[in-house]
T-cell receptor, first 112, second 112 residues
Framework: NAGVTQTPKFQVLKTGQSMTLQCAQDMNHNSMYWYRQDPGMGLRLIYYSASEGTTDKGEVPNGYNVSRLNKREFSLRLESAAPSQTSVYFC???????????FGPGTRLTVT | RKEVEQDPGPFNVPEGATVAFNCTYSNSASQSFFWYRQDCRKEPKLLMSVYSSGNEDGRFTAQLNRASQYISLLIRDSKLSDSATYLCVVIPFSGGYNKLIFGAGTRLAVHP
């Protein structure tokens, strides 16, 4: 039981490049989330998927798109990376009826 | 004003000390409250929920003061392994369990 996994662990992009961050969970959770964490700020919600087939914007969705591929997988895409998107990205999941979110190990992204 | 505010620290304490952190929240209609722990360069993990009546888990005690809109975390008999960043988390009235609001965290360093 791996929990929540994320790939890649590290990534360096040039401004304007695109990439997709992958997230998968093996806990049969309904809800999945993408956050970013910047120094001096709390984790901020980018997008979430309350259940398979649905996605909703969080606090900071601009510049990102998401896909809930199936119940296990939730990907985050940066279409045209900007230096302001340099951050640590965490994926999380939660089962219905519980408040606890389980986080993946994070992806450290640098945009130059 | 941030929705959730924490003293960033660091709090440097010797082993065996008692240390307390506070967290204030701005939305008086906030529903639920939690403390998460985040080790250096790792993902956040749920430490404990915060109930109106206060709750204790071993050396950790969490309390909620709705009138003054703050929550607290008390750690007794600090261990080296308690060194981490402690994140205050609030669930606002709207959004339910899908829209957690994270504080920026309070860093604790326990030294021998």
């Amino acid at each position: 039981n791996a929990g929540v996994t994320q790939t890649p662990k590290f990534q360096v992009l040039k401004t304007g490049q695109s990439m997709t961050l992958q997230c998968a969970q093996d806990m049969n959770h309904n809800s999945m989330y993408w956050y970013r964490q910047d120094p001096g700020m709390g984790l901020r919600l980018i997008y979430y998927s309350a259940s398979e087939g649905t996605t909703d914007k969080g606090e900071v969705p601009n510049g990102y798109n998401v896909s809930r591929l199936n119940k296990r997988e939730f990907s985050l895409r940066l279409e045209s990376a900007a230096p302001s998107q340099t951050s640590v990205y965490f994926c999380a999941s939660r089962t219905g009826g519980s408040y606890e979110q389980y986080f993946g190990p994070g992806t450290r992204l640098t945009v130059t | 004003r941030k929705e959730v505010e924490q003293d960033p620290g660091p709090f440097n304490v010797p082993e065996g000390a008692t240390v307390a952190f506070n967290c204030t929240y701005s939305n008086s209609a906030s529903q639920s409250f939690f403390w998460y722990r985040q080790d250096c360069r790792k993902e956040p993990k749920l430490l404990m929920s915060v109930y109106s009546s206060g709750n204790e888990d071993g050396r950790f005690t969490a309390q909620l003061n709705r009138a003054s809109q703050y929550i607290s975390l008390l750690i007794r008999d600090s261990k080296l392994s308690d060194s981490a960043t402690y994140l205050c988390v609030v669930i606002p009235f709207s959004g339910g369990y899908n829209k957690l609001i994270f504080g920026a965290g309070t860093r604790l360093a326990v030294h021998p």
